[in-house]
Structure formats: C-alpha cells, structure tokens
Nanobody, 126 residues
Framework: QVQLVESGGALVQPGGSLRLSCTVS????????IGWFRQAPGKEREGVSC????????YYADSVKGRATISRDSAKNTVYLQLNSLKPEDTANYYC???????????????????WGQGTQVTVSS
C-alpha cells in the first residue's frame, strides 16, 4: 500500500522560506512521478512541482518558477519542496501525490495521480 506523509507546513511572513517534506512508502516500481499540489479555500487544486523517477526530471508551475526547488533523497524515500520568497498567494494546503509515468504535458493534472497524502498547511501572512 502506497502512503505519502507531508510535513513542514507553517505560518511564515511574506518573503520567508519553508521546506516541505513528503515521505513515501510502498512504491514497488522505480518509474513514478511525485508531485506537489496545493489548494486554497474556494480554489481548484493546482500543480506546483514534480519530480520523475528514475530520470530525476523536475517541473515547476509558472507561479513558483524561480522560487521553488524540488529534490529527492532516495535513501530516506523523501521528496522535498523548498519554497522561497513566499507570497500571501502561496497560502494553501499543500499535498504530495504519486503516480506512474506521465507525459510532460500531464504532470500537473491531479486526477492522474493515484495516491495522495493528507496535506500540510502553509500560511503566508504578516
């Protein structure tokens, strides 16, 4: 059974930084995509960033490009999302999700991900 557990959400001031973690267990293939999504109240869930295995290719939404870095530690089965220069509009519940191989054009389509974590709240406010 695939499980994903997020952590690292917090209340931060505008301009601050956070590192979110997603610990993954139960994956039986080394061909997968781990994605970070976020959902703010009243808004649809949107893709933020993802990393594919085994290629290590990374993808970023325009909304976070240049401010976010996704990385993975295979030894710890953990994927990290570093968020810098945080803005109030980054406030959302952040989820990580896993699926098999996806075409590049589909990496931010939530319904294509099979497994989801419970989410971690990021609030950017002064």
């Amino acid at each position: 059974q695939v499980q994903l557990v997020e952590s690292g959400g917090a209340l931060v001031q505008p301009g601050g930084s956070l590192r979110l973690s997603c610990t993954v267990s139960g994956l039986t293939s080394d061909h997968y995509v781990i994605g970070w999504f976020r959902q703010a109240p009243g808004k649809e869930r949107e893709g933020v960033s993802c990393v594919s295995s085994p290629s290590g290719n990374t993808y970023y939404a325009d909304s976070v490009k240049g401010r976010a870095t996704i990385s993975r530690d295979s030894a710890k089965n953990t994927v990290y999302l570093q968020l810098n220069s945080l803005k109030p509009e980054d406030t959302a519940n952040y989820y990580c999700a896993a699926t098999g191989v996806l075409p590049r054009a589909s990496v931010f389509v939530p319904r294509l991900y099979n497994y989801w974590g419970q989410g971690t709240q990021v609030t950017v406010s002064s």
